[in-house]
């Protein structure tokens, strides 16, 4: 068990416009500060109580009826903190930006117990102990590079899962891939597990939306630098997106099948794309509402070091323009 951080002791009433709705639905939308989910578990728990009496998640409220949520929230300390360096792009009383570097897992899973994102907030944020991983709402993949929004208080957590539910978080990407787009567009299709390769996603039937733009920022000979947005956040969409569309992302082991060197490569563009050893993927731009102000707010972040060595060596391989 954990050290209790915080008691919660919130009574609502229930307005008439939700009368006829799910106890846990109610639940929700009176207290959008938190996770449906643990909603439902301290409903279980005795923790959530209509007219001072325990009810069932699916039973029906009418209106009227007072809500009474009284529960003792713990610091899980099934993770460690650990004191990993934090590039903090913007941080207030109820939300951090955070510019996450190449290599630095988000959340800790098998293979990764330490060294992790979370393990980081909970140093240097010992409240986020408090909040459903430690405040993180999304992720980014390890060695994808850019903007992540974390929250530091339940209310924060909840409007920004909202948000994210709601797909009004403003999220845009810059990428290489290899081949050469005639122009950008959109891809509609869904994701789920690979059929054959449970470490992969894939476009599969029956898999949950996804929803990629994108648009052309430049061509260069075999390879294309994009700017991409996301109406929704799936698990590896833009790799699975983009390899659907046979326009793999430079570096992605994964879903690109390996290295694959134009024809007539030179030297130095062969060293860097046998360098880049992860996706050239970049968060570079993060926008949203203000979960206490609600002020619109948007943040950018440049490409990496090693992102525009890459597209430098691209444009050097360019050819001169006596050579066209």
């Not at 990428?175 to 950008?184: D, K, L």
């Not at 390769?197 to 039937?205: P, Y």
Request: charged share 25%.
């Amino acid at each position: 068990m954990g050290d209790v951080v915080k008691t919660i002791h919130e009574s609502v009433t229930v307005p008439d416009d939700l009368g006829g709705r799910r106890f846990d639905q109610v639940a929700a939308a009176s207290f959008s500060g938190f996770s449906r989910a643990k909603l439902q578990e301290w409903i279980r728990d005795g923790h959530l109580l209509v007219d001072g009496e325990s009810r069932k998640p699916k039973d029906k409220l009418y209106g009227g009826e007072q809500l009474t949520l009284s529960v003792e929230i713990e610091n899980d300390k099934q993770w460690q903190a650990e004191n990993i360096p934090l590039d903090i792009v913007y941080e207030d009383d109820d939300i951090i930006v955070i510019n996450k570097p190449a290599g630095l897992v988000v959340h800790p899973a098998a293979g990764n117990y330490t060294g992790t994102l979370l393990n980081a907030l909970l140093y240097h944020y010992p409240d986020n102990a408090a909040i459903p991983r430690a405040g993180i709402v999304h992720r980014l993949d390890k060695d994808t590079t850019g903007l992540m929004v974390v929250a530091r208080t339940h209310e924060a957590h909840g409007d920004l899962v909202a948000q994210l539910q709601d797909r009004t978080v403003h999220r845009e990407y810059e990428a290489v891939v290899r081949g050469v787009m005639t122009s950008g567009g959109v891809v509609d299709a869904p994701i789920g597990r690979h059929p054959q390769n449970r470490l992969k996603m894939a476009v599969v039937r029956g898999g949950k939306t996804a929803i990629t733009h994108y648009r052309v920022l430049k061509r260069f000979k075999a390879f294309t630098h994009i700017r991409l947005q996301l109406e929704t956040g799936r698990t590896h969409q833009i790799r699975v997106h983009m390899s659907h569309q046979r326009y793999p992302l430079v570096g992605d082991d994964l879903y690109g099948g390996g290295l694959k060197l134009p024809k007539s490569c030179p030297e130095a563009l062969e060293v860097m794309l046998r360098t880049f050893r992860r996706q050239a993927l970049h968060a570079r731009q993060l926008g949203l509402i203000h979960p206490a102000s609600g002020e619109y707010m948007e943040w950018e972040v440049p490409l990496t070091d090693d992102f525009q060595a890459l597209l430098d060596s691209l444009a050097a391989n360019e050819p001169k323009p006596e050579q066209l």
